[in-house]
């Protein structure tokens, strides 16, 4: 059995038993916060790891298939190691072992040649960064109010779908995913600056060269 098939493998149940985990804090978690965390909004939370493990369960059947161009390749491989990461603060004690699952399935997937998967995650560093802030902006928005919540989980998903997107399309994603949160959300400083930090992201996402919609 290959790397990527063992990877594709525990992927898969890293994604099942952390989709499991965000039920747990969804359901229980107010009842259980030694083990979920002991979070102020665990229900956000919980529905948030749903998704994240949903975005591990799909990057896990990518590498089911043949061989992917390196850049997909790393693209992919961050989510299954993302949201594993992510949901260390998300559901507590729950996401240790899906966590280890998917970050081992992360490195085994790019094991094969290292080398490329980093040059391509160089290349490629704006969608990077664009993504974690996405990612940061979803986590904000899952503990605060369900109105502000529903803003703030549309906005991140925009942000990280800009980041993937072809470039045409980043601008005005990244506009539709930082300045409504950034309005409703004025009394923070947070995500204004997330606003004046993805705009140069954007920027550069779009006059990079290597961003074709290709090769990612």
């Known amino acids: 059995m290959t790397r990527t098939r063992v990877a594709a493998r525990l992927g898969t149940a890293g994604a099942l038993l952390l989709g499991a985990a965000g039920l747990v804090q969804t359901t229980l978690g107010a009842v259980i916060p030694d083990w979920t965390g002991n979070k102020l909004a665990p229900v956000g939370l919980g529905l948030l790891t749903v998704g994240l493990a949903a975005l591990a369960l799909v990057a896990a059947r990518r590498f089911r298939g043949p061989g992917l161009p390196p850049g997909q390749r790393a693209a992919w491989a961050l989510g299954l190691a993302g949201p594993g990461l992510l949901c260390l603060s998300t559901v507590g004690v729950l996401a240790w072992v899906p966590a280890v699952l998917l970050v081992a399935a992360g490195a085994l997937a790019v094991a094969d040649d290292p080398r490329a998967s980093m040059r391509a995650v160089v290349a490629h560093w704006p969608q990077v960064l664009l ?11 899952a503990a605060a109010p369900p109105w502000l919540m529903a803003v703030g989980a549309a906005c991140g998903t925009a942000l990280v779908l800009a980041a993937w997107l072809p470039a045409q399309r980043a601008g005005v994603l990244v506009v539709l995913g930082t300045v409504p949160f950034a309005i409703a959300g004025w009394f923070a400083v947070v995500p204004v600056l997330v606003a004046v930090v993805a705009l140069p992201l954007a920027i550069a996402i779009h006059r990079s060269p290597v961003n074709t919609g290709k090769d990612v």
């Open 131 to 141: 993504s974690v802030l996405g990612c940061g902006q979803l986590l904000m928005a």
